[in-house]
């Protein structure tokens, strides 16, 4: 390479530029394929100029380069001979075949003075058989400085070939177009048409029309080409000291130019995914305020279920105290024992176990109505897959463990929440506040045998209200009725205070489990809130940074382009 005062300077200005782009793309979490391309861009500079030879395989690109060499240096043939890249580079010892630090690259050397500063790339064929070979190819392109592209005079410009000259374009690579096996056309105006055929393709696809020669390797080798004479002309201006140099320090910043591309893309669906995922959490907060509503729905109306059983108990306590104590039961009001367990089979009847399966069907509503709740935010989840732009990025990765997160807080709660444990949880508190209304009550008693102990309680306190002082000569015109009044207001005093306790149970307990509930899903979601406030501040600034370097690209590249 001319290292002259400018070329040193475009140089070092190149070099910290694209280390700089290298630097960014991993600080931005760019696939690992991408920022390796970044570190091949850097390494380029200091390897020798590349003239990369791509092509289908029937094309004949070893013997085209038999015949541009002007020696036999590769095996030719008529199906894929070259299964790896070979570099060829000018060397001593003809055909010594030495290894890279890439299994499939071999460095080839002869002593051609042709290839003396230059090294001439031949590759597998697009179209090959086996992937791989096409894999190799287009892995290297990015690599290349130079690229004679070689198709066939009997089959130009196919679909394949148009497809990896796509490669070249995406990566700005400076092409030469072969057509080889002229010799195939008979007429110049069959040369015309291939011509023009294979010049529209090109322009098709690169955006501008490059060179075309019509050669023949067979003609060469035979003993001279015209079309081969017009091509060495062509590829010595190209491969001039100045051109060179001048290729040389624009192919790695097209390299870059299109890593940052990618990068931009990257980030445009990034910061699109970022929007989408705002507007889900918008969503599941919307979701978890819906979610209460529905619960405080549900426990207004168990407790309005709840409250007819007590009032129809309440009705049923009232008609017995009214039927029984009267002067005409006046034997009956002396056998207390048989005056409460009249109470208890006329009055309290199934109460317990009926307000039990109320306490059941209320967890039942509750369990189904919180399980739909985390089956929706895991729906919200499943749906918040990726663009496939980032897929592979740090920012796809970071953002997939946070929702993974969520996602088990979802599913951890829906195992926790399950009808026993609501239920133990609702029995012992329930326990807890009846000791406080009657007293105190056995250790481990049920919802119903609570309430069975209270209802016993509340039949012996007013019962024995009721018959204390209950004589026969004490009995007086007005004792009775005040003993009556007396009981329906304990009667009344009791059932209150057990409907307030019930209703205090339960809306403490929906309260409760519903703090818990919310603080699960702050929990799983505010990581992923932070995320997302910190990904946009970081893309913001990734948007500066990009802008800036880009910048810095197309200003290196001007004068990169304007060196002669």
Excluded: C
């Excluded at 098709?204 to 060179?211: D, E, I, N």
């Excluded at 669906?269 to 507007?279: C, F, I, K, S, V």
């Excluded at 009044?485 to 489990?513: D, M, N, S």
């Amino acid at each position: 390479m001319l290292v002259s005062e400018r070329v040193q300077d475009l140089l070092t200005r190149e070099r910290v530029l694209l280390a700089d782009i290298q630097s960014f793309l991993e600080g931005q979490g760019a696939p690992p394929e991408v920022v390796e391309h970044a570190r091949t861009a850097v390494r380029a500079l200091d390897e020798a100029f590349l003239m990369v030879v791509v092509g289908e395989f029937n094309a004949g690109k070893s013997s085209f380069l038999n015949a541009l060499l002007g020696a036999q240096v590769l095996p030719e043939g008529v199906t894929p001979t070259t299964d790896r890249i070979y570099v060829l580079v000018h060397g001593e010892k003809p055909g010594q075949v030495e290894p890279t630090r890439d299994p499939f690259v071999s460095r080839l050397t002869y002593p051609l003075p042709s290839l003396d500063g230059v090294a001439v790339v031949d590759t597998p064929g697009t179209n090959a058989i086996i992937r791989q070979h096409q894999a190799l190819t287009e892995g290297f392109l990015p690599r290349a400085d130079l690229v004679l592209f070689l198709t066939s005079a009997d089959r130009p410009f196919t679909e394949s070939e148009r497809q990896f000259l796509s490669l070249a374009a995406k990566w700005g690579r400076s092409v030469i177009m072969v057509v080889n096996k002229a010799d195939l056309l008979e007429t110049q105006e069959q040369r015309h048409q291939v011509r023009e055929f294979v010049e529209a393709g090109a322009r098709g696809v690169l955006g501008l029309t490059p060179p075309v020669l019509l050669i023949s390797a067979r003609g060469e080798q035979r003993g001279g080409d015209p079309g081969f004479h017009a091509l060495r002309e062509v590829l010595k201006m190209r491969l001039s000291e100045t051109e060179r140099t001048r290729l040389k320090l624009q192919n790695p910043l097209g390299t870059a130019a299109e890593l940052l591309g990618g990068e931009e893309t990257r980030a445009a669906a990034a910061r699109q995914t970022l929007a989408e995922d705002l507007r889900v959490l918008t969503d599941l907060e919307a979701q978890r305020e819906h979610h209460r509503g529905t619960m405080q729905g549900e426990l207004d109306g168990q407790l309005n279920r709840l409250g007819r059983l007590l009032s129809e108990f309440e009705v049923r306590a009232d008609r017995f105290i009214d039927d029984k104590l009267r002067f005409s039961n006046l034997r009956g009001l002396m056998n207390s024992r048989d005056l409460e367990e009249q109470f208890r089979r006329e009055a309290v009847g199934d109460l317990p176990e009926a307000i039990d399966r109320q306490f059941g069907n209320m967890i039942d509503r509750f369990v189904e109505t919180n399980l739909h709740f985390w089956e929706d935010v895991q729906a919200f989840l499943i749906r918040r897959q990726p663009q496939s732009e980032v897929a592979r990025t740090r920012f796809s990765y970071d953002r997939s463990a946070l929702l993974e997160g969520i996602a088990g807080s979802a599913r951890d709660h829906l195992a926790l929440t399950t009808q026993q444990e609501l239920a133990r949880q609702l029995s012992q508190d329930a326990e807890d506040a009846m000791k406080g209304v009657i007293g105190g009550l056995a250790g481990g008693v049920g919802i119903g045998a609570g309430i069975g102990a209270l209802i016993g309680a509340t039949a012996l306190d007013f019962t024995g209200g009721i018959l204390a002082g209950l004589t026969l000569g004490s009995l007086g015109l007005f004792v009775l009725p005040n003993k009556r009044l007396q009981a329906h207001r304990q009667l009344r005093a009791k059932v209150g205070e057990l409907r307030e306790a019930l209703e205090r149970i339960v809306r403490r307990e929906y309260e409760r489990e519903q703090e818990r509930a919310d603080a699960r899903l702050r929990d799983a979601i505010s990581p992923f809130t932070r995320f997302t406030e910190q990904e946009q501040a970081r893309l913001e600034g990734a948007r500066t940074r990009g802008e800036d370097l880009r910048a810095q690209l197309e200003a290196l590249t001007t004068d990169v382009k304007a060196l002669n």
